[in-house]
């Protein structure tokens, strides 16, 4: 018989752990819907770790399990949302500490970082993650206490390079926490290269199908601040309903074939496209041409991600006629999941936004490759 400890993540997450139910041989687990437990005669809980579900739910444990293995962590704790689970990370931290984040981020948690910092006296300074010795300039030795990262940067998919980012925080005493949305556990591990929290937006790839907001941290180690997270998340109650949580897990069975399949159709989208006369550009770390291409290759493994951009002509008009001829992709917001869908940023996020106003942002389905060609073909004529 094989050792389990031997077996890859990938067989670990399509067999959800091989957890076997011992009660009944079921081999999904069940939803616990329950918001209480009882006691015994004895006045104790049957099962100690359970005994309110603001606390915890056991309908947790299998996406929990799931995430801790695939990263490489110690441990894992779901939330409502992706907002939710990286807002718990600052909203752990203390008044006069210090915090650096790229330029361009989920613009969501941006926005949001902006006025809570100033009103909870926590200084904020943003790097520009195209330059490679800007976030060493920003980071105070001494004073930084967290260092905020996503990589691939949504929607430029801009690289950051998560070893140096981890030297850089570490040598001033700081953490790393990397939002992994976009990457996926699946093309890159944060943790093996330094990260000490890693984020992820699970309503994207983790579940994959659309039909679940959910967010997710795992942590290297159990540092003081992941403690404060933990309790901040039974205390504030930012918890994910039992449902939803046994959808993510079902979701996460078929992460790596999606995840993959998503990948490589993106890459042959954007090796087609590249040289296209009604194109700009095509933003997509896989391409050579990409300038976070070479740190791509050293931290994303077998794959590149399932999202790109367009710069569509020379400006917004062109970029929303694009958009508005698409017959397959779908115009709607999110990311990660198996319909392929085209966003306009610029229109979403308006006139103070960083987004060149050309880009038409693409998240890459499970859809047959050939068919969102010719869609994207037909759209640009
Ligand atoms: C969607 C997203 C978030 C926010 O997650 P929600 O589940 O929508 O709250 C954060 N970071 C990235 C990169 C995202 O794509």
Redesign the pocket.
């Known amino acids: 018989m094989s050792d389990p400890k031997s077996r890859s993540a990938e067989t670990d997450v399509v067999q959800g752990m091989h957890t076997v139910d011992p009660a009944t041989g079921s081999i999904v687990p069940a939803i616990v819907p329950s918001t209480t437990y009882a006691r015994d005669e004895k006045y104790a809980l049957i099962d100690p770790a359970l005994s309110y579900s603001r606390d915890e739910n056991p309908t947790y444990d299998t996406a929990e399990a799931l995430l801790t293995r695939l990263e490489g962590g110690v441990s894992s704790l779901l939330f409502s949302?992706?907002?939710?689970s990286?807002c718990a990370v600052f909203k752990a931290l203390k008044p006069g500490d210090h915090v650096v984040v790229p330029k361009v981020?989920?613009w969501?948690?941006r926005n949001w970082l902006i006025k809570f910092c100033d009103r909870w006296g926590i200084g904020l300074e943003q790097f520009d993650a195209a330059d490679p010795n800007d976030l060493g300039s920003k980071v105070i030795a001494k004073k930084t206490t967290l260092v905020w990262i996503?990589t691939p940067c949504?929607p430029t998919w801009d690289i950051i390079d998560i070893r140096s980012a981890a030297e850089i925080a570490h040598a001033a005493g700081a953490l790393l926490a990397v939002?992994s949305?976009?990457a996926t556990p699946v093309l890159s591990q944060p943790i093996e290269l330094g990260a000490d929290i890693v984020?992820h937006?699970?309503?994207?790839y983790l579940n994959g199908h659309g039909d679940v907001?959910?967010?997710a941290l795992v942590a290297a180690k159990e540092t003081d601040l992941w403690v404060r997270i933990a309790e901040g998340r039974a205390q504030e109650g930012a918890i994910l309903g039992p449902f939803e949580a046994w959808l993510l897990q079902r979701g996460m069975r078929t992460l790596f074939m999606r995840v993959r399949q998503a990948s490589q159709t993106a890459m042959m989208i954007a090796t087609h496209f590249a040289d296209h006369p009604s194109l700009d550009r095509v933003l997509y770390p896989g391409l050579s041409q990409h300038p976070g291409h070479k740190t791509a290759k050293k931290q994303m493994y077998g794959g590149f991600g399932g999202m790109l951009s367009l710069c569509v002509g020379q400006n917004e008009r062109e970029a929303l006629a694009f958009v508005k001829r698409c017959q397959v992709f779908i115009r709607a917001t999110?990311?990660?999941g198996i319909e392929s869908l085209v966003e306009h940023r610029y229109s979403i996020e308006g006139p103070d936004s960083p987004i060149p106003a050309n880009l038409v942002r693409l998240s890459v389905g499970a859809e047959t490759a050939e068919d969102l060609i010719d869609d994207i073909e037909q759209a640009l004529t």
Do not use: F
């Not at 949302?81 to 939710?84: K, P, R």
């Not at 937006?201 to 994207?204: D, F, I, R």
């Open positions: 949302s992706g907002m939710a990286a981020m989920y969501g948690l996503e949504n939002d949305t976009v984020m937006s699970a309503t994207k907001v959910a967010g999110s990311l990660g």
